[in-house]
């Protein structure tokens, strides 16, 4: 029984590897007419902003206990061109801390150079970002609603970029822009992020939007028409992710989405593994969650087989992490199970399936650097470290998982950022994940020993991996968790 589980669950890992082939195909298929399309948007309706009035735009940053990076934030958003009168910025403040002094010092001094800019505070913190978007768009006189986190450092030509194609279509939703980073250099944690972050924009939203399949709003970076955020029934906070749930509700209601990978927008990648982990938790259990609430009525909509089956893997992804959990846990018992005749048969027939599985997302990646930036050759030498971290992580996100499954309740915990000042430090309690995970690093260290003294050289690699993983992860996070209490 334990090899039949463990056999399907390499299986289905497989499959999931196989689908980032299919990211790859719709990219490269429809890269050359997405580019002609925006170059010639981009051209017809750039003189519009002169011909006819432009339509509102609101900004809006949303805010919680933000103090090292939200002065830059308001700063960049004032910063963008736009016709004069035509720009109001929405300052979202849930702050509990020093943040909410700074930010309206900071929105007196702008104000007085002449920006319209808001500051927006609420009783409570109801629905967390969500309610704050929600609360905010109440009170914006925009058509359009752009939405930046308060790490996000939006160019200056953000604005003239993206609202020519709300005046090209009118039945487009929203339009994302990729992520940059201020601090991929950092470390090999941020190197390794910033690899991810890149596959996830340049190659996976690029063939989700070029192959018309339903793509997710990222939770910033982004502008919306404002119409079509209350056609899709506004933001709702019963999942973690309410970024992604609004996108699917708005696409299932006909209105159209929009990717400009050119387009970036720098932000600050999480430096302290903890905020990693807190940031990757959210995102997983979010998904699922968004998964469990969707899913049923995508299945029985009129979209086609293909764009519901995307539509699966798309939300389902994170559901990997606990699948390579299991297989970690039952390696060993399975090649001491396996002691028969065709057993190393089963076992020479896993080493393909799971170097599919690995090969496939890190296949993704390095398209993704080598699409968007002319050095990608020094940058995927840190790819492994994101194979490593990639792993790691599956302790952290499994729990994320489970509890979105049991449909636990869990608060809101926002990434924190250390930004130019790197004064405030916002700590965590004491990370007990990091226990398991070097509980879990030593268990897959003593089972690739045994897998090498009984001959099983072609598994034995992925536990290395799984080894490496897990102690690297738990070693960082105690480190971490040590300098923070200092």
């Known amino acids: 029984m334990v090899t039949v589980i463990y056999f399907s669950i390499a299986l289905t890992l497989m499959i999931y590897g196989l689908n980032c082939y299919i990211m790859l195909f719709l990219y490269k298929k429809g ?4 580019n002609a399309f925006i170059r010639q948007v981009e051209h017809e309706c750039q003189p519009l902003f002169v011909k006819k009035a432009a339509p ?6 949303p805010v919680y206990n933000e103090y090292n990076v939200v002065e830059r934030a308001m700063h960049a958003a004032c910063q963008m061109k736009y016709p004069s009168g035509f720009h109001e910025i929405q300052v979202l403040d849930d702050s509990t801390d020093d943040t909410s002094l700074l930010i309206d010092q900071k929105a007196k001094e702008l104000k007085a150079r002449g920006h319209d800019i808001q500051v927006v505070r609420r009783a409570n913190r109801l629905g967390y970002k969500a309610g704050a978007l929600a609360n905010g768009l109440a009170a914006a006189k925009g058509d359009l609603i752009a939405v930046f986190d308060a790490d ?13 194609f709300f005046m090209a279509d009118q039945h487009l939703g929203f339009v994302q822009a990729r992520w940059g980073h201020l601090n991929h250099e950092k470390s090999l944690l941020t190197h390794a992020q ?4 890149d596959g996830h924009f340049m190659i ?3 063939a989700r939007n070029w192959g018309r399949l339903f793509m997710n709003f990222n939770g910033t970076a982004g502008i919306w028409r404002r119409q079509a955020i209350t056609d899709g029934g506004g933001w709702e906070w019963d999942t973690l992710t309410e970024d992604m749930d609004l996108s699917y509700r708005v696409q299932s209601n006909g209105w159209g989405t929009l990717f400009l990978p050119d387009l970036i927008v720098p932000a600050e990648i999480p430096e302290d593994i903890n905020a990693f982990k807190s940031q990757q938790f959210r995102w997983a259990k ?4 968004t998964a469990i609430k969707l899913l049923p009525s995508i299945f029985r909509s009129q979209n086609r087989l293909f764009k519901k089956m995307e539509a699966f893997f798309h939300l389902t992804h994170y559901a990997v992490h606990p699948m ?10 399975v090649l001491i199970a396996a002691r028969f005749s065709y057993g190393q048969l089963l076992f020479s027939f896993l080493a393909p399936i799971l170097l599919l599985s690995v090969s496939a997302p890190n296949i993704l990646y390095l398209a993704g650097q080598k699409s968007a930036y002319p050095d990608w050759k020094k940058r995927i030498l840190f790819l492994p470290f994101l194979m490593v971290f990639g792993v790691g992580v599956a302790v952290s996100n499994s729990r994320a998982v489970a509890e979105a499954l049991l449909h636990r309740k869990s608060e809101f915990i926002r990434t924190p950022k250390k930004g130019d000042r790197e004064i405030v430090a916002y700590r965590s309690g004491f990370p007990w994940v990091g226990i398991i995970e070097i509980v879990m690093g030593i268990y897959c260290t003593s089972s690739f020993y045994y897998y090498l003294s009984s001959g099983k050289f072609l598994v034995g690699p992925f536990l290395a991996i799984y080894a490496s993983g897990f102690l690297l992860t738990g070693l960082l996070t105690l480190v971490h968790a040590l300098d923070m209490a200092e």
């Open 31 to 34: 890269r050359k007419k997405a």
């Open 56 to 61: 509102a735009v609101t900004t809006q940053i």
């Open 152 to 164: 996000f450092v939006p160019p200056e030509d953000y604005l003239l970029k993206t609202v020519p």
């Open 194 to 197: 910033s690899i991810g972050i």
């Open 204 to 206: 996976e939203q690029s």
């Open 286 to 289: 979010g998904s699922i969650q």
């Open 324 to 333: 390579m959990l299991i297989l970690a846990v039952l390696a060993l018992p």
